[in-house]
């Protein structure tokens, strides 16, 4: 169809468009060089269509350059640079004729044909006998010259020159970064004086070489460019363009020449070229792209400034972007962005008939045309070749390679129209038009995805709004000391027994009730860490403490989260143990780890604990109470414990005289009862009666109803096991409601027996009449662990207890007096005990024992609690 481009696919390469070095070289007649950045350059036979040969250099090729007359390429590599004769391609042009279904010959450069040694070469220039190679070295970058010997034969290429430029920080790409294509580090090409004949030594050099990197500049340009030492040498200049965006030149064969700064666009160079092209041949305009866009138009200003002499007038301007190849022809910049390939007329008329139609400066105009390239609507180019017109109506040809390994060649017909002409063609119009709904859909395009970042954006910092007014929150709680039940955001816990596959085990239930005006949604977990109250540490030195974690989905004002977690299993006696509870607002989680690290570096975590509550679960919450059924008919039948332990002692005698009969003949072989541990706590029952009486009801009715020393002491026992101690309860409480008795047997989480009982004594000396009414609080089993974790659990029950008891009168004083004056005189005895237990020479059971009796002693006379 007339007027668009069309778009040819000749060759399939093995990569995938990742490469930072893609080069397209030609000037070899039909063959074309194609580099990847890999080991492997192809060659591709323009008259077979098909990839003839395929070179493998022992390292990634970085650069190649080549020269036409002697049919050699230098290429690049991080190992050196190696020179190849391309003379043996012929035969295989050859044997390819005669058997068009051959696969590439696959040639192998050897290390024979090394002839610079210098490591990570990043780019090459050949112009005419001397070989120019770039590379960044420490702090500078370096270009060397070389000497390439006359015979084609010979490997001998002597240095004979170097240059120095320190190196700058690199700029910053910023967002661009990530939308970058294929980039180059480094741009060399040649720039000859245009008034240099064509016999001229340097100009024959200059045409011997392939002539993509060379270009030829009108002579006033030249001059003012590069100076007129420059000019009268007719010396070729070489052009530098580096990451850091500077453009450098030298005079290649001007005597104490160095290495000067021409330009700076502020953004890594990825083009340099010369267009504009006089009848004469001579370019009026030199080009240098940056990869984010930025294009620097370098002409002469005839008319100077105020009037005055020549001068070299520098435009900047942006184009869409990013750039990530380009190529000029007499009049155009054509450069691929990757989504697009576009046009840049440079031709200085149709810019000029426009700026003085509105009394507008050239230069102004100029940098305003920038901004609106044609589109060619050809996408994911990531190198292109010099273009060549190849037909009669003037269409231009273009070689390029895709993102997906694809060598494409691209016609573009001929677009311009005459200036004079006052009415554009229809195919001219319709092409318009279908550029401007094309540029339409890009922005609508881009519109689109713009308006899901700004919306992903606003909805991560109304979470992070979010999370700072959680954090205020919290944060607040913590330096008012609230009660747990007065908490926004808080915790409780019940414990509970359950069986599964004949195995008990203790199962922990959170409750987290959230009362605060926020939304608990994504990004917020609940984290919760059950560790023993003694840490300890398993022989591998790994701690035994377990964290859970439970995120969130939509946890709204009001609303309650409940969460089960395993925390011991019948059997296990590693209490009493701490649970601690924290929110955890994880930022990883809404935006992933690789954008939360790049755009909050300095955090060292990406997620942000608020602690809540940490509580403890003892023995009394880990208890297993009797069924209350069992325990009174037990209390029924049986008419007092000290019976039912005789019947239990007889029957187990006779069953150990039956089996002792079986086994000895009849002997008698009674097996001893387990030793009992028990531990006791005192309490005076008046703070007990006061402390457990009824907040709503009267004092004289409050006493009445706990008058009896029975009721007192079983709601002291329905106290102890019901009570909901920092946030922690027993999960069942039906049993413990139903206790007729004030005696409650239980198992322990280690599986031991347990008997806790309240009663009240009276304590005080015997000779004495002032006595006082005491309840005690007795833990009895047959496991020393089971009797200290239980006696623990009562004593923190107990303190707890007497937070809320007023202060007694001063007649109790000589009670607790009579009481420390036995409890010094017991420690006396207990002193001496233990000082003879580690003084004398005795066994280690024996010292053992001794210490036991000791610790017995002191769980069994405490002091009184008043």
């Given amino acids: 169809m007339e007027g668009r481009c069309a778009v040819e696919t000749w060759a399939q390469f093995g990569f995938s468009g990742g490469s930072y070095k893609v080069k397209i070289l030609c000037g070899f007649g039909t063959d074309v060089l194609i580099c990847t950045g890999t080991e492997e350059i192809y060659v591709f036979s323009k008259r077979e269509r098909k990839i003839t040969t395929v070179l493998l250099l022992p390292a990634a090729v970085n650069d190649l350059v080549g020269n036409q007359d002697k049919q050699l390429i230098y290429v690049a590599c991080r190992s050196g ?4 004769n391309l003379q043996f391609l ?69 240095e004979f020159g170097s240059f120095n430029l320190p190196v700058v920080s690199a700029v910053d790409c910023g967002a661009a970064e990530s939308n970058r294509g294929p980039r180059k580090g480094s741009v060399l090409i040649c720039i000859h004086s245009g008034d240099v004949e064509a016999s001229s030594p340097s100009n024959a050099s200059a045409e011997s070489t392939v002539a993509q990197d060379h270009f030829h500049l009108e002579p006033l340009l030249f001059k003012l460019l590069f100076g007129v030492e420059a000019a009268l040498a007719k010396s070729p200049v070489i052009l530098c363009g580096l990451p850091d965006g500077r453009l450098c030149f030298l005079p290649l064969r001007l005597p104490g020449s160095c290495l000067r700064v021409l330009h700076s666009l502020e953004q890594p160079v990825c083009f340099v070229g010369a267009s504009v092209v006089t009848e004469t041949g001579h370019a009026q305009c ?42 000029m022809d007499k009049s155009c910049f054509y450069y691929s962005t990757g989504a697009d390939l576009l046009r840049l007329d440079l031709l200085e008329g149709s810019f000029a008939r426009e700026s003085k139609e509105r009394g507008e400066e050239t230069s102004g105009m100029t940098a305003a045309a920038l901004q609106s390239p044609s589109s060619l609507n050809v996408c994911r180019v990531i190198a292109l070749a010099e273009p060549a017109c190849s037909t009669a109506a003037g269409d231009v040809q273009l070689l390029g390679v895709s993102a997906r390994g694809q060598l494409q060649r691209i016609c573009l017909p001929a677009g311009r129209v005459d200036e004079g002409s006052s009415k554009l063609p229809s195919t001219q119009v319709s092409r318009s038009v279908r550029d401007l709904l094309s540029a339409i859909g890009d922005v609508c395009e ?30 607040a709680d913590t330096t008012t000391d609230l009660p747990i039940k007065e908490k926004p955001i808080r915790c409780h816990f019940e414990t509970s027994w359950s069986r599964l596959l004949q195995k008990d085990s203790l199962s922990l239930v959170c409750f987290l009730h959230n009362s605060s005006p926020f939304v608990l949604e994504r990004g917020w977990m609940l984290s919760i860490t059950v560790s023993p109250l003694s840490y300890s540490s398993s022989p591998a030195g790994e701690s035994s403490s377990t964290n859970f974690s439970f995120p969130f989905h939509d946890l709204r004002p009001g609303q309650t989260f409940e969460a089960s977690l395993p925390i011991a299993a019948a059997g296990d006696a590693s209490f009493p ?32 604990s608020l602690p809540l509550s940490t509580l403890t679960v003892d023995w009394l919450h880990a208890l297993q109470l009797n069924s209350p059924t069992a325990t009174h008919k037990m209390a029924t039948v049986q008419p007092s414990s000290a019976a039912a332990d005789s019947i239990q002692t007889f029957l187990s005698s006779r069953q150990l005289r039956c089996s002792g009969r079986t086994n000895r003949g009849g002997e008698s072989a009674a097996k001893p009862e387990p030793e009992k541990y028990s531990a006791s706590v005192w309490v005076s029952s008046e703070i007990v009666r006061d402390t457990l009486k009824p907040k709503k009801s009267s004092n004289l009715d409050a006493k009445e109803s706990i008058r009896d020393p029975e009721d007192l002491c079983l709601s002291l026992l329905e106290r102890l096991l019901s009570e909901d101690t920092e946030g922690v309860k027993m999960g069942c409480q039906g049993d413990k409601i139903a206790l007729s008795t004030s005696v409650a047997h239980a198992r322990g989480p280690n599986g031991a027996a347990m008997k806790l009982s309240v009663k009240e004594i009276n304590v005080g000396e015997e000779e004495s009449t002032d006595k006082e009414a005491t309840i005690e609080v007795q833990i009895e089993s047959s496991s020393l662990a089971a009797v200290c974790g239980l006696h623990h659990a009562v004593l923190r029950r107990i303190q707890t207890l007497l937070q809320s008891a007023t202060e007694k009168a001063a007649s109790t004083k000589n009670v607790q007096i009579l009481g420390l004056r036995r409890a010094l005189q017991r420690a006396e005895i207990q002193q001496s005990q233990i000082s003879g237990a580690f003084g004398e020479v005795v066994s280690t059971v024996q010292r053992d024992r001794l210490l036991l009796s000791v610790y017995q002693e002191l769980r069994r006379n405490p002091l009184l609690i008043v």
Wanted: proline share 3%; net charge neutral.
């Fill in 90 to 158: 012929l035969h295989r042009d050859q044997s390819s004729q005669a058997d068009a279904s051959s696969s590439p010959a696959e040639l192998k450069i050897s290390q024979e044909c090394l002839v610079v040694g210098a490591d990570e070469v990043s780019s090459l220039l050949l112009v005419g006998s001397v070989l120019l190679t770039l590379c960044q070295r420490d702090a500078s970058w370096l270009l060397t010259l070389y000497k390439t010997p006359k015979q084609t034969a010979s490997t001998s290429h002597k």
């Fill in 577 to 608: 143990m701490t649970v601690s509870c924290s929110l955890i607002f994880s930022l990883s989680s809404l935006l992933g780890e690789e954008e939360v690290a790049a755009s909050f570096a300095g955090l060292q975590s990406s997620c942000i």
């Fill in 81 to 84: 640079v190696y020179r190849v």
């Fill in 286 to 327: 030199l080009v240098a792209a940056g990869e984010q866009g930025r294009v620097a138009l370098i002409k002469t200003d005839k008319a100077g400034p105020e009037g005055g002499s020549a001068v070299a007038a520098f435009t900047e301007g942006c184009v869409p972007g990013p750039v990530w190849c380009g190529c």
């Fill in 446 to 475: 881009r519109a689109s995805v713009l308006k899901t970042v700004i919306k992903s954006k606003n909805q991560f910092l109304r979470l992070l709004n979010h999370a700072v007014s959680v954090s205020f929150l919290l944060m």
